[in-house]
């Protein structure tokens, strides 16, 4: 089936430690995103890549990095210098141009 | 600046109410995009809508249906017959075209209860 996978699911890591969420996509998407979400404080970007090689910053890219090495792959890193990191990560694509963003199932951070 | 807002962050009805979600934007572009989009409680976001600055024919898909009117800025979601696996956080939704690039922005969501 034609989709978008996150994982994991859930994901624990200690303070101080980078850990890196995965993000693959089957839809032949070219546009893919990252986002964070925090209860009450809806969606926030992260980082967006248009095409392959090529990304940009979103509101809140301090403390993460992405790269986009594949179509398929937009994995995103959580670094240490990410303040508070524990969230909700839900990434996106699109066909691009004006069209609707279709969403993987999250992956659940948290940090201790 | 180009935003949504969700004034509502709430509401709760009971099984086979109407209830209209709101939804208002903010952009001195002419060519725009809204979306409307249901996050249950799995957490994944599922798409529902898009409607373009072009089109104001209201949309009608079975017990769902879109108000779009330029005049207040508004695109607001309407359940008609609300049932409990309605029950969720709806989120609408601007596309912003920066730089030559687009990104999805989010209101921050009204979450729907409803009860049976």
Redesign the interface.
Same mark, same amino acid.
């Given at each position: 089936d034609g989709g978008i996978t996150q994982s994991p699911k859930y994901l624990f890591r200690k303070e101080g430690q980078n850990v890196t969420l995965s993000c693959e996509q089957n839809l032949n998407h070219d546009a893919m995103y990252w986002y964070r979400q925090d209860p009450g404080q809806g969606l926030r970007l992260i980082y967006y890549s248009q095409i392959v090689n090529d990304f940009q910053k979103g509101d809140i890219a301090e403390g993460y990095s992405v790269s986009r090495e594949k179509k398929e792959s937009f994995p995103l890193t959580v670094t240490s210098a990410q303040k508070n990191p524990t969230a909700f990560y839900l990434c996106a694509s699109s066909m691009g141009v004006n069209t609707e963003a279709f969403f993987g199932q999250g992956t659940r951070l948290t940090v201790v | 600046a180009q935003k949504v807002t969700q004034a509502q962050?709430e509401i709760s009805v009971v099984e086979k109410e109407d209830v209209t979600l709101d939804c208002v934007y903010e952009t001195r572009d002419t060519t725009y *995009?809204l /979306?409307w *989009?249901k996050q249950p409680p799995? $957490? !994944?976001?599922? /798409?529902l809508i898009?409607r373009?600055s072009f089109d104001e024919q209201n949309e009608i898909s079975g017990r769902y249906s879109w108000n779009f009117q330029k005049s207040t800025s508004s695109f607001n979601f309407t359940i008609t017959a609300s049932q409990v696996v309605d029950s969720a956080v709806y /989120?609408c939704a601007f #596309?912003i075209t920066q +730089? +030559?690039? !687009?990104? #999805?922005?989010? +209101?921050? $969501?009204t979450k729907l209860t409803v009860n049976p």
């Open positions: - | 962050t *995009y /979306f *989009y799995s $957490g !994944e976001l599922v /798409f898009r373009n /989120f #596309l +730089g +030559g690039s !687009e990104k #999805l922005v989010f +209101g921050k $969501g």
